[in-house]
C-alpha cells in the first residue's frame, strides 16, 4: 500500500517564495430602491418588501439586503404595517 505524504504549507520550507496577499476592492452597490428613485417604501408591495424577510419573516440587515439606511428605515416602517393590516405575517 503506497504511503501518503503530507506536503508542508506554502512558504513554510526554508527559502520558499513568500505569497502576497491580493485585496480585492468592491465597487458598492446601490440600494435597489435607490436604483428605482423611490422615495418611500410602499407597504402594499408584498413582493418587494417578502424579499427582505427570512422564512422565520425577520428582517434582513442592511449588509445582507444592499439598502441605504433611509430605504432600509422605510423598509421597517412599512414591513410593520403591511403585518399590523395582515398582509405579511408576525411569524414564519
Known amino acids: 500500500m503506497p504511503r501518503i505524504m503530507r506536503r508542508k504549507p506554502f512558504g513554510a520550507r526554508p527559502g ?4 502576497k496577499k491580493k485585496i480585492r476592492v468592491r465597487e458598492q ?3 435597489r430602491f435607490c436604483r ?3 422615495k418611500e417604501v410602499d407597504y402594499k408591495d408584498i413582493a418587494s418588501l417578502s424579499k427582505l424577510i427570512t422564512q422565520q419573516a425577520k428582517l434582513y440587515s442592511r449588509k445582507r439586503s444592499g439598502n441605504c439606511a433611509t ?7 412599512a414591513i410593520k404595517r403591511a403585518r399590523f393590516l395582515a398582509l405579511m405575517p408576525y411569524v414564519g
Do not use: F, G, T
Not at 16 to 19: D, F, G, L, S, T
Not at 71 to 77: A, F, G, I, L, N
Open 16 to 19: 520558499a517564495p513568500k505569497r
Open 36 to 38: 428605482d428613485k423611490v
Open 29 to 31: 452597490a446601490k440600494c
Open 71 to 77: 430605504h432600509q428605515r422605510s423598509c421597517r416602517q
